[in-house]
């Protein structure tokens, strides 16, 4: 790699700071996410516990809000989650089994709000009319709003106790500026794999001779346009663009924009999204189908358990390859820290 290549010196900023993280040298919005980690599983942990207590609202044709950790086993979690965030706050050194925890409760609270996928696209594009609750959405967004900060705050400690800086957690000698590096290659395997997982789902469906949606409104028949190119640009143009230089810099041929640098969230935010809840939806629908395949149930026959059983790993595999490229792509385009230079 170009910059492993360059030989280790001291930069202008000098060497990391010494003596354990200060309010100097660790970020503002590492120690705010503990705080408000606490609130927001106080509060979310109340308000489920208030719904658990027989005050639950409707929640449309899905009928739930949480859906692998509902009612008390939601509230259990955020109790957790309020003393995990705690204890990660005010930890004098390194606490690795409080970090599993945390690993392990934002994981829960993410697994429980796989929904969330569904209220997006359905308030996105209505005309697909898929099933939305606005209780039920803002539930869920609680639910994962919880699970992110969590995370934030277990980061947080991660970056005060690990690692040569406070400030990034970066570790290994101080490197001259110098060309970005390539992706790696299981960066590229796990980008080419997403394509190839996408097509693999849209395959499955003219394998199997689906017919088409039939007589479609207007309305209708936009949103389904819409929806129909961003799943093909979101499995395709969107895991390339990660691994090649043009998702850094766009190409010179193109009129107006050419040679432009490409600002790293503009693909970051989108991939991590999407590679989320492909991973939670499908994850839990991979579970779901494993039990329908075990302990047959009665059903609609809308869709054979032989496409599903094709169609939900290559959703996940899609979301999981998804991530790895975009991975990849922020450890190339982080900027350096401003703390020590890395």
């Given amino acids: 790699m170009a910059d492993q290549a360059q030989r280790a010196a001291p930069t202008a900023s000098g060497p990391p700071p010494a003596g354990g993280p200060t309010a100097e040298n660790t970020p503002g919005r590492t120690v705010r996410a503990a705080p408000a980690a606490l609130a927001a599983a106080a509060c979310y942990g109340l308000l489920q516990a208030w719904w658990a207590l027989g005050h639950a609202p409707s929640f449309g044709r899905f009928g739930t809000d ?7 086993a939601a509230v259990v979690l955020c109790a957790a989650a309020a003393v995990l965030s705690r204890a990660l706050h005010t930890a004098r050194g390194r606490r690795p089994l409080l970090l599993g925890a945390a690993a392990a409760t934002a994981g829960a609270l993410l697994l429980s709000c796989p929904f969330l996928l569904l209220d997006v696209v359905g308030g996105l594009l209505p005309g697909l009319h898929i099933p939305f609750s606005l ?4 539930s869920r967004a609680g639910c994962l709003g919880v699970a992110l900060l969590l995370a934030a705050t277990a980061l947080g400690h991660r970056r005060r106790w690990w690692g040569d800086c406070p400030r990034c957690s970066r570790t290994g000698p101080l ?6 590096a ?19 789902r849209i395959l499955a469906q003219y394998a199997l001779g689906f017919a088409g949606p ?21 499995g395709t143009v969107l895991p390339l663009s990660l691994v090649h230089r043009w998702g850094r810099v766009l190409p010179r041929r193109l009129p107006l924009l050419g040679g432009r640098r490409v600002p790293p969230p503009v693909l970051l935010v989108p991939a991590c999204a999407i590679s989320v ?25 809308a869709l054979p358990l032989s496409f599903l059983w094709v169609a939900m790993p290559a959703y996940w595999l899609w979301g999981l390859g998804l991530g790895m490229a975009a991975l990849s792509y922020r450890r190339r385009t982080r900027p350096p820290c401003r703390a020590c230079g890395r």
Avoid at 66 to 72: C, I, K, M, Q, T
Avoid at 183 to 192: G, I, L, M, N, T
Avoid at 214 to 234: D, H, I, K, T
């Fill in 66 to 72: 949480l859906l692998v950790f509902p009612g008390w």
């Fill in 135 to 138: 209780t039920g959405f803002l």
């Fill in 175 to 180: 490197l001259r500026p110098g060309p970005p």
């Fill in 182 to 200: 390539g992706p790696e290659r299981w960066a590229w395997w796990a980008a080419y794999g997403a394509v190839a997982s996408c097509w693999l």
């Fill in 214 to 234: 039939g007589r479609l409104s207007a309305p209708q028949a936009a949103s389904l346009a819409v929806f129909e190119v961003g799943f093909v640009l979101a």
């Fill in 277 to 301: 809840g492909l991973l939670v939806y499908f994850g839990v629908g991979i579970g779901q189908l494993v039990g329908e395949t075990v302990h047959p149930v009665a059903h609609d026959g």
